[in-house]
């Protein structure tokens, strides 16, 4: 099975293609530094797929991290994503951030919480029993406290781990696109798959455009 698996809801992007049938699986990656991805995203895909001697066509599907995290990186790469699915005609495969720095704590079936700063004194928090998500959400510091004491807790943010240091997270690197694979792999076996048309960010949260509009005149009787 062939992937390409695309993360730009980080503060930096990256692609990677993704072959089960080599070892290792991960056959090529690019990282998009900083905010470029929206420049980048495309000719990096592009030519990844021409360096490999890929077709679009022949993907298993196309693998996108749809957040949370950065509203523009979200949205890039949700809206590349789709129309590489849609281009080639395979499948999609949307997968949450959370998971991902969950699954980079290598705990089994135990609980994992991942904990990601939202700003604004908020923070993206899931929690996740293996690959399995029990919850997400967008909590305050002292439901982070609650939720996740006494048990494993994930962040890849030194301010995260600074905030919640009372209750010892494991500080790892940002998870790269590749992560995304056995998430990947595990959906195909399932049958799992996005709606192209449906399938919206995962921002768990509104953005400033929604918080700040002003309500719209009451019609007049």
């Known amino acids: 099975m062939r992937f390409l698996m695309i993360h730009t809801a ?10 089960t049938a080599m070892s290792p699986p991960i056959v090529a990656t690019e990282a998009l530094p900083g905010r470029t991805s929206s420049e980048r ?23 996108v991290v749809h957040g949370p995290g950065s509203f523009t990186g979200v949205r890039v790469g949700v809206s590349a994503a789709k129309g590489f699915s849609d281009a080639c005609g395979v499948p999609l495969i949307a997968v949450s951030r959370l998971a991902l720095l969950a699954a980079a704590i290598p705990n089994g079936d135990q609980t994992v919480h991942a904990v990601l700063d939202a700003g604004r004194g908020e923070f993206y ?72 048309a449906t399938l919206d960010a995962n921002y768990l949260r509104r953005t400033d455009a929604e918080i700040f509009a002003k309500p719209a005149p009451k019609a007049s009787l």
């Not at 980080?10 to 072959?19: H, Q, R, Y």
């Not at 293996?130 to 030194?158: F, H, N, P, S």
């Open 125 to 196: 928090y899931g929690k996740y029993a293996g690959k399995r998500c029990v919850r997400e959400g967008l909590i305050g510091a002292q439901d982070v406290l609650a939720a996740a004491k006494g048990e494993v807790v994930a962040v890849c943010e030194t301010s995260v781990a600074d905030e919640f240091e009372e209750l010892h997270p494991k500080l790892v690197d940002e998870p790269s696109a590749g992560a995304a694979l056995p998430f990947a792999v595990e959906r195909v076996a399932s049958g799992m798959f996005e709606d192209a």
């Open 10 to 19: 980080g503060g930096e992007g990256s692609i990677a293609l993704g072959d």
């Open 41 to 63: 995203l495309v000719p990096a895909v592009r030519r990844l797929m021409m360096e490999s001697e890929w077709t679009l066509g022949e993907l298993t599907a196309v693998v």
